[in-house]
């Protein structure tokens, strides 16, 4: 209890002193929220879910002989591979769009061919799009050139490793050797050491298609993909593999027995 001399506490002092307080509270919160603000990009990073696909189709002038189809005939190599490219376009379509458990898979696509000594982009890397590529493949009838992967496969791979989705792949339809520039085995171990400095993975997957599959055996060694088809149906069977084991779902092939 107050004896008559004690002081009585002034109420304007004391809301004073609390507003004092709070004005020291608010900064304080600010800062924190801009930390935790900042801190977003790096823990969550959902937004970077998602596989970056370049496909390197094969236009030489060795594309226009012919090789047995599904039918059993004989058809131009790049007219069986233009409906295999029509089949990969409407299998990731479906991929992507069959997705239960949320929003559409987040996929991006680019496709290269071969102009003069390099690649030519027939299509540049951006959101999948099946229609763009369905339209293309049923366009192209003049194969011609050379055959440059080792440029084609440093253009495909610096493509990926420019995009922010954290699955990289890169597709090659070919149906010979390198011809001119760098060999594929020579641009992947330089490519390699690239996406080592971006802390990336790029993986690559190689279908020989009327060629021997060995003839690729040095990429095989740097860890490629490589498998071999002689005609249409045996090049469906093997883009379907590696589709659905290696860029889509990613299964790793069971070891074989000894």
């Known amino acids: 209890m107050l004896t008559p001399h004690e002081p009585i506490a002034n109420d304007h002092s004391s809301l004073a002193l609390g507003e ?29 879910e998602g596989v970056a696909l370049a496909i390197i189709y094969d236009t030489s002038g ?11 005939n004989s058809s131009p190599k790049y007219v069986i591979a233009n409906r295999a490219l029509i089949a990969i376009a409407h299998q990731i379509e479906k991929f992507a ?17 071969f102009q003069g000594e390099g690649a030519g982009t027939a299509i540049p890397l951006g959101p999948f799009d099946a229609q763009r590529i369905e339209d293309w493949a049923k366009s ?3 194969p011609g050139g050379s055959t440059p992967l080792g440029n084609a496969l440093t253009a495909a791979t610096q493509t990926v490793l420019s995009s922010s989705l954290n699955r990289k792949h890169v597709l090659v339809i070919t149906d ?65 593999f590696i589709l659905q084991k290696k860029i889509l779902l990613e299964e790793e092939e069971s070891p074989k027995s000894k």
């Open 62 to 72: 060795s594309m226009r002989e012919s090789v047995r189809d599904s039918s059993g």
């Open 97 to 113: 769009t069959n997705n239960a458990s949320g929003p559409p898979r987040r996929i991006e696509c680019a496709l290269f061919t």
């Open 176 to 240: 010979g050797n390198n011809t001119v520039g760098p060999t594929p085995a020579l641009a992947m171990t330089s490519l390699k050491q690239r996406a080592e400095q971006k802390h990336a993975t790029v993986s690559v997957h190689f279908v020989a298609f009327d060629v021997d599959a060995k003839a690729f055996d040095p990429v095989k060694q740097l860890g490629a993909t490589v498998v071999g088809a002689a005609n249409e149906t045996q090049l469906n069977g093997q883009l379907d």
């Open 140 to 142: 192209f009838s003049k």
């Open 20 to 48: 004092r307080q709070t004005m020291k509270i608010i900064p304080f919160l600010s800062v924190l929220t801009a930390l935790a603000a900042c801190s977003l990009p790096t823990t969550l990073r959902a937004d970077d």
